[in-house]
């Protein structure tokens, strides 16, 4: 897993560009419209609802597109 619930945010999609289409695809909030995201990828889940077997998709989508 390259990809951890502990990373930010920013720096997963800094380090993965293609991320953003898989971040917006599990409704997390805008990231390219200039909304900053703070915290890791299990904070900013917990605050947009992304839970469970969401939060669990969301990871294993996000690992698979940088698994290429």
């Not at 293609?18 to 997390?28: E, G, I, Q, S």
């Amino acid at each position: 897993m390259k990809i951890k619930p502990e990373d930010l945010v920013e720096d997963v999609i800094q380090q993965y560009p293609a991320t953003v289409r898989v971040f917006m695809d599990h409704d997390f909030p805008c990231l390219v419209c200039g909304e900053p995201v703070w915290g890791t990828v299990a904070e900013n889940a917990e605050r947009n609802n992304i839970v469970g077997e969401k939060f669990n998709d969301l990871m294993k989508a996000l690992n698979e597109t940088v698994s290429g």
